[in-house]
């Protein structure tokens, strides 16, 4: 949660170079063709003729995120194998449908609980709010195609494991999910500094939570489609938190409530 949003770069993408990455034109194909789970694909900047340009219209067609690179970065990321113009970075796990988090919920007899991370970029940060959110009874995730790390290896391992156990789903776009969220029944909820306190806030309802990116926090249109702005004091001279920190106090309070768990009332000690 930020006092005064952070003035600082978005996080240096990191290369996922290990057992994630495929790289070169054939390996590639053979991947999509065998059903691999395919994140991100890396394509040369300029080039978009022939068989690469069959093989991004095939990535995009099974929910890959295209992304344009320059030739030292494609280097870098496959370590200098020949990679023929395009790097595929292949997700540690099956993104889930919309539907089959709703399901998820409806099988459990709970209101919906959804994460929704509108451009988290640094894989530490998602893999802990996936942790979090597992943890604390979510029903699922939901990330952006773009502007967003996807479900790559470092988010796995950040996760815990928690990947293996929590849908994670992407879509286009989150201004728009949210629309659609609110046409089923399902409440807004969106962390941000200008909110009202988060522990005065009714959770048990179907709810989606809404944690903004590192340098921005939430865009203008999430934040004008949201049901409610919550917030979290900063008493400190450091004017933020980490986003998988305000996801995990917020994720907990949303279990505190539904849990039927009262917050405690401290008595006013006689002086």
Avoid at 90 to 95: R, S
Avoid at 165 to 174: D, E, G, I, K, S
Avoid at 176 to 198: C, F, H, N, Q
């Amino acid at each position: 949660m930020e006092k005064n949003r952070e003035k600082r770069s978005a996080p240096r993408e990191q290369g996922p170079r290990g057992a994630d990455l495929i790289a070169g034109l054939n390996s590639i194909a053979e991947g999509l063709r065998a059903g691999r789970a395919i994140d991100s694909l890396y394509v040369q900047r300029g080039e978009r003729g022939g068989a690469l340009q069959a093989l991004v219209k095939k990535a995009k067609e099974a929910g890959a995120a295209i992304k344009e690179a320059d030739p030292k970065k494609l280097d870098y990321l496959c370590g200098g194998a020949n990679h023929q113009g395009v790097v595929a970075v292949a997700a540690v796990k099956e993104y889930a449908t919309l539907e089959e988090i709703f399901a998820r919920a409806e099988e459990r007899g709970e209101p919906l609980f959804l994460v929704i991370c509108d451009g988290l970029e640094d894989p530490h940060n998602l893999g802990a709010v996936i942790r979090t959110a597992e943890c604390a009874g979510a029903h699922g995730v939901v990330i952006p195609k773009r502007r967003s790390v996807g479900l790559t290896y470092a988010v796995g391992k950040a996760s815990a494991g928690a990947v293996e156990h929590l849908p994670v789903a992407r879509v286009q776009n989150v201004a728009a999910l949210l629309e659609d969220l609110k046409t089923r029944g399902v409440w807004i909820y969106t962390a941000d500094m200008d909110g009202s306190p988060w522990c005065q806030t009714d959770f048990t309802g179907p709810a989606a939570l809404v944690i903004g990116s590192e340098g921005s926090g939430v865009s203008r249109l999430v934040k004008e489609r949201s049901d409610f702005v919550v917030s979290l004091p900063i008493k400190g001279q450091v004017n933020s938190l980490n986003a998988s920190v305000a996801a995990g106090v917020l994720c907990y309070e949303v279990a505190r409530q539904r849990g039927g768990l009262q917050a405690f009332e401290p008595k006013r000690r006689e002086m």
